[in-house]
């Protein structure tokens, strides 16, 4: 996942604990987003960037938000941890085109909540 | 809101023959259609993109095929290897929206 890397790539939490995770790019491009997979979901996307400090929610934003104050990060936090928010993270990127959005993923960091 | 989903979660195929994965799409204004394989363990990795004004793309051992008609898409493989068993998402995107909805994919097991 050349370019992009998120961090941690494990973590295991408390019901009610803030969590943050972190999205490094070293492409800059434009447009940057957060998706959640769990099984039989697919990808679901829960926020995204278009640019620093431009942000909007996807279609499972509840209980998540997110930060960009540079190009290359892109933060994702959990306020309060919750078991139904168990799941692997998936960042990803893209550039400005005018054709497909092909979308470059990270390896995935996978939270649990206990 | 528009939804883009696969007709089987799992297929599985013998190794040597072709696959097809099939994808079936609500969204009639959509101007893209991608294609993503995720390896166990990792991100989904880009495959091949079709434009909605093409029947037909092909690429390095594989064929989309996109029928605007009854909204299906599908992706053929030719002479599957057994690096070809993945999980196998389609998504979609309206040209300038930089959003993607994605399927709840078909896992590939190719059998020996």
């Known amino acids: 996942d050349a370019g992009i890397t998120q961090s941690p790539r494990h973590k295991v939490t408390e019901t009610g604990t803030p969590v943050t995770l972190r999205c490094h790019q070293t492409?800059?491009?434009?447009?940057m987003y957060w998706y959640r997979q769990d099984p039989g979901h697919g990808l679901r996307l829960i926020h995204y960037?278009?640019?620093?400090?431009?942000?909007d929610k996807g279609e499972v934003s509840d209980g998540y938000s997110v930060s960009r104050s540079k190009t290359e990060d892109f933060l994702l936090t959990l306020e309060s941890a919750t078991s139904s928010q168990t799941s692997v993270y998936f960042c990803?990127?893209?550039?400005?085109?005018?054709?497909?959005?092909?979308?470059?993923f990270g390896a995935g960091s996978r939270l649990t909540v206990l | 809101g528009e939804s883009v989903g696969l007709h089987l979660p799992t297929l599985s195929v013998q190794e040597g023959d072709n696959s097809i994965i099939n994808c079936a799409y609500s969204?009639?204004?959509?101007?893209?259609f991608i294609w993503y394989k995720q390896e166990s363990g990792k991100g989904p990795q880009f495959i091949i993109d079709?434009?909605?004004?093409?029947d037909k793309r092909q690429g390095q051992r594989v064929t989309v095929l996109l029928n605007k008609t009854v909204k299906h898409l599908s992706l053929q493989i030719a002479a599957t290897q057994p690096g070809d068993s993945a999980v196998y998402f389609c998504?979609?995107?309206?040209?300038?929206?930089?959003?993607?909805?994605f399927g709840a994919g078909t896992t590939v097991t190719v059998r020996a």
């Open positions: 990803a990127i893209s550039e400005e085109t005018s054709g497909a959005n092909v979308l470059t």
């Open positions: 492409e800059n491009h434009r447009y």
């Open positions: 960037s278009y640019g620093v400090k431009d942000t």
């Open positions: 969204n009639s204004a959509s101007d893209y």
């Open positions: 079709i434009r909605s004004n093409m």
């Open positions: 998504a979609e995107n309206n040209e300038n929206d930089y959003k993607l909805s």
